[in-house]
């Protein structure tokens, strides 16, 4: 089957108040108080971008009913914090997932 048949996400569970920050940096002035609704998803300790990716990507082969892993055709992963720079991050998320090696 061609195209996007099932997705996954996955969102750290700590928040961060936006008008925390601002009363910390600024000091909650006036101008800025639009700013301040609202909160952020904030990763924990032990969290990166690979970790997010294998949460997300196990909740997306979990949500489907259509695709098994052995199934799985290809596997993207995009990032602009990946904690590693000479490995194949991808890779270790096909890993961890259990997806087929040929992948």
């Known amino acids: 089957m061609i195209g996007i048949t099932s997705w996954g996400v996955y969102l750290p569970r ?5 008008q925390n920050a601002l009363d910390a940096f600024n000091g909650g002035s006036i101008d800025v ?18 970790t997010m990716a294998v949460e997300a990507a196990e909740k997306c082969l979990k949500n489907s009913n259509i695709i098994s892993k052995g199934a799985v055709d290809s596997l993207c992963l995009a990032s602009v914090t990946l904690p ?20």
């Open 14 to 18: 700590n928040r961060f108040s936006r």
């Open 84 to 103: 590693f720079a000479d490995r194949l991050n991808a890779a270790i998320v096909k890993t961890a997932v259990g997806l087929k090696d040929s992948l």
């Open 33 to 50: 108080l639009h700013l301040s609704k609202g909160e952020r998803s904030v990763c924990g300790a032990d969290e990166d971008a690979l």
